[in-house]
């Protein structure tokens, strides 16, 4: 399955809706879609990766790329992911530290700390 | 022993190929559920720091696949022909927050971030490195009697 992308507007929040598999042939088309959203002055997001099936570190280092950005504006970066298998990455490469993970689109949105 | 063998262009789609098929022949050696979601991220890291290291230094050598089972369990390697692999970093996630020019700038990953994650998900990886010969070496036990998975009917 290819990567799915869809983009809607909470209050301040984008919330950028991702479904498939990132991975190095997808994560430009991702990269793109954070850099196209900073460009355009939105600097709080929140990636919902409920519908990702695949993530490898390709994938990450767009993550963290789309949070440099953002942080460089004062703006937010959170994930929303309960897939304990996309979780692990997280885990592995220490980036739970870095994101924060909320259970639902809800969770994120209200997110203020 | 059962052997496949698969040779890559240094293309970023050929790393999905590359994974359909090494989880289809893990799953043909009979690896059980959870360590083929293990597997399908292992050579998705390997072969995607291959490809960005072939694209990057040999574009025009292809990245090579092996994945081969018998009895000591199944056997994964990634051969890739580029510079020797650097130290694994200890903490990836500040490496990848640092600034880093190489890092993401031609749509590839970092080889470094790969190997982490590959340590930190197989069991047993061994990596052999030299200028130009690298080889990722992956081992996943197999459930006593996995097999492939055919039923041969007895014909009366």
């Not at chain 1, 990132?22 to 088309?29: L, Q, S």
């Not at chain 1, 490898?56 to 993550?63: E, F």
């Not at chain 1, 996309?86 to 700390?113: C, M, N, Q, W």
């Not at chain 2, 880093?100 to 080889?111: I, S, V």
Request: aromatic share 2%; with cysteine.
């Amino acid at each position: 399955m290819d990567l799915s992308l869809s983009t809607r507007t909470e209050g301040d929040r984008t919330v950028v809706v991702v479904g498939g598999e990132i991975d190095v042939y997808t994560a430009p088309k991702l990269r793109e879609q954070l850099i196209d959203l900073v460009s355009s002055g939105q600097y709080h997001l929140v990636v919902d990766m409920e519908g990702v099936e695949f993530l490898d570190s390709t994938g990450l280092g767009v993550l963290v790329g789309g949070l440099k950005r953002v942080r460089a504006h004062e703006g937010s970066l959170r994930l929303v992911c309960t897939q304990e298998r996309i979780l692990k990455i997280f885990r592995i490469t220490g980036l739970t530290k870095v994101f924060p993970i909320h259970t639902s689109v809800e969770e994120a949105v209200a997110a203020t700390d | 022993m059962a052997l496949v063998e698969l040779l890559l262009s240094p293309l970023p789609s050929h790393v999905r190929t590359a994974r359909l098929v090494a989880v289809a022949a893990a799953r043909r050696a009979g690896l059980d559920d959870e360590r083929v979601d293990e597997l399908r991220l292992a050579v998705g890291e390997a072969c995607s720091r291959a490809v960005g290291l072939h694209a990057r230094h040999a574009p025009d050598v292809p990245v090579r696949l092996t994945v081969a089972d018998d009895v000591s369990g199944l056997t994964l390697t990634v051969s890739d022909a580029g510079p020797a692999a650097g130290p694994v970093p200890d903490d990836p996630a500040e490496g990848m927050l640092a600034d880093e020019p190489h890092h993401g700038l031609d749509g590839h990953g970092d080889p470094d971030v790969a190997l982490a994650v590959l340590n930190g998900l197989v069991d047993d990886v061994t990596v052999k490195t030299e200028p130009g010969a690298t080889v990722v070496t992956m081992r996943w036990p197999l459930p006593a009697g996995a097999g492939p998975r055919t039923t041969i009917v007895a014909q009366r």
